[in-house]
């Protein structure tokens, strides 16, 4: 082979036959037509009077029609309910009164069986050449399946919000009396105190007190009738202090035969005359066992509030009182 000849063999390889840009192969009518006839989002073209001018084969077909050219002339009121049709008719005035197009909007269809039917459309304003705005144009996408998953999502969420909300609440309450638990009141006490806290820091004289109180001679209870009997016992309690307790008032059951209430706005001597009541109520109260009667009686602390009391220095203080009645002969209040 001369040099001549691979000088022209090695151009043949280098320089590919050269290709003439797309845009001068597809015109600006056939790139219309490929996305007229082939967009699975409907399209479509209105004058100012919200006529159709023109379709795409998917909108005609929405309606039922094969050919687009069948939708020319008609509008929104043709095909749709009037409330629907009326809505777009009335964003469509306004795209053409401000020329600001209306994007991702979302629209329900409900159809004369009560199926809905959701759209996301979007709709623009046609301008002519010399910058009237001679009527609109806008694209729609059938997105019902995506609003029933997020409507069965929601639904989803607010089922595991209550059963959260049924957990949390299992979570605080004391299985045997269905009080509060000893957690619970710990997180209550720290937050009523810092509540009444901020109050007095804003010179409001407030307090609240604690009240704590336990089964006087309990394990003589468990002894005598067992186990079985001391938790109707707890659960008898429980009934009596639910039934003479203020609404806005917490009652925990802190383990054991021990119990606890928090008095939300009460002072010391009020606080005292609420826990003689209960007292004399548990006192006056029988329980009933299978094969007898046995009188139930409660020894009782209470202790108010006072500033800059901590969570541990008021449980100390009210146990000491709580102490007391023990020693002092039970079955009563200090």
């Given at each position: 082979?001369?040099?001549?000849?691979?000088?022209n063999s090695n151009n043949e390889h280098n320089n590919p036959?050269?290709?003439?840009?797309?845009?001068?192969?597809?015109?600006?009518?056939?790139?219309?037509?490929?996305?007229?006839?082939?967009?699975?989002?409907?399209?479509?073209?209105?004058?100012?009077?919200?006529?159709?001018?023109?379709?795409?084969?998917?909108?005609?077909?929405?309606?039922?029609?094969?050919?687009?050219?069948?939708?020319?002339?008609?509008?929104?009121?043709?095909?749709?309910?009037?409330?629907?049709?009326?809505?777009?008719?009335?964003?469509?005035?306004?795209?053409?009164?401000?020329?600001?197009?209306?994007?991702?909007?979302?629209?329900?269809?409900?159809?004369?069986?009560?199926?809905?039917?959701?759209?996301?459309?979007?709709?623009?304003?046609?301008?002519?050449?010399?910058?009237?705005?001679?009527?609109?144009?806008?694209?729609?996408?059938?997105?019902?399946?995506?609003?029933?998953?997020?409507?069965?999502?929601?639904?989803?969420?607010?089922?595991?919000?209550?059963?959260?909300?049924?957990?949390?609440?299992?979570?605080?309450?004391?299985?045997?009396?269905?009080?509060?638990?000893?957690?619970?009141?710990?997180?209550?006490?720290?937050?009523?105190?810092?509540?009444?806290?901020?109050?007095?820091?804003?010179?409001?004289?407030?307090?609240?007190?604690?009240?704590?109180?336990?089964?006087?001679?309990?394990?003589?209870?468990?002894?005598?009738?067992?186990?079985?009997?001391?938790?109707?016992?707890?659960?008898?309690?429980?009934?009596?202090?639910?039934?003479?307790?203020?609404?806005?008032?917490?009652?925990?059951?802190?383990?054991?035969?021990?119990?606890?209430?928090?008095?939300?706005?009460?002072?010391?001597?009020?606080?005292?005359?609420?826990?003689?009541?209960?007292?004399?109520?548990?006192?006056?109260?029988?329980?009933?066992?299978?094969?007898?009667?046995?009188?139930?009686?409660?020894?009782?602390?209470?202790?108010?509030?006072?500033?800059?009391?901590?969570m541990y220095k008021l449980l100390t203080k009210v146990d000491?009182?709580?102490?007391?009645?023990?020693?002092?002969?039970?079955?009563?209040?200090?």
């Amino acid at each position: 082979m001369s040099v001549e000849e691979n000088s022209n063999s090695n151009n043949e390889h280098n320089n590919p036959i050269e290709e003439k840009p797309v845009k001068n192969i597809i015109s600006d009518s056939m790139i219309l037509d490929i996305i007229m006839s082939n967009s699975q989002d409907t399209i479509y073209f209105k004058d100012r009077n919200a006529k159709f001018i023109a379709n795409s084969k998917a909108h005609a077909n929405q309606f039922g029609y094969e050919n687009p050219r069948d939708l020319i002339g008609k509008s929104d009121f043709d095909f749709f309910p009037e409330e629907f049709a009326r809505k777009a008719y009335l964003d469509e005035m306004k795209i053409m009164q401000t020329g600001i197009p209306i994007l991702g909007k979302e629209e329900k269809l409900v159809s004369s069986d009560g199926t809905c039917i959701w759209f996301l459309a979007s709709k623009y304003p046609i301008i002519s050449d010399n910058g009237e705005i001679i009527g609109t144009w806008g694209t729609s996408r059938d997105i019902t399946s995506l609003k029933l998953t997020q409507e069965n999502l929601a639904k989803t969420n607010d089922k595991l919000e209550e059963t959260n909300l049924e957990l949390q609440k299992l979570s605080d309450l004391d299985g045997l009396s269905e009080l509060y638990n000893q957690r619970k009141f710990h997180k209550v006490l720290e937050e009523t105190i810092e509540t009444y806290q901020k109050k007095r820091n804003l010179g409001i004289e407030c307090t609240f007190c604690v009240m704590l109180f336990d089964i006087d001679d309990f394990k003589l209870i468990n002894d005598q009738y067992g186990h079985p009997t001391g938790d109707k016992a707890i659960h008898f309690l429980a009934d009596i202090i639910r039934n003479n307790k203020r609404e806005i008032d917490n009652c925990f059951r802190c383990g054991g035969d021990e119990f606890a209430v928090i008095l939300f706005d009460t002072q010391l001597i009020d606080g005292l005359h609420m826990a003689e009541r209960l007292r004399k109520e548990i006192d006056e109260s029988i329980f009933k066992t299978e094969n007898s009667k046995v009188n139930i009686t409660i020894s009782v602390g209470v202790e108010e509030y006072k500033e800059n009391d901590t969570m541990y220095k008021l449980l100390t203080k009210v146990d000491k009182k709580l102490y007391k009645s023990k020693i002092n002969g039970k079955n009563q209040v200090h």
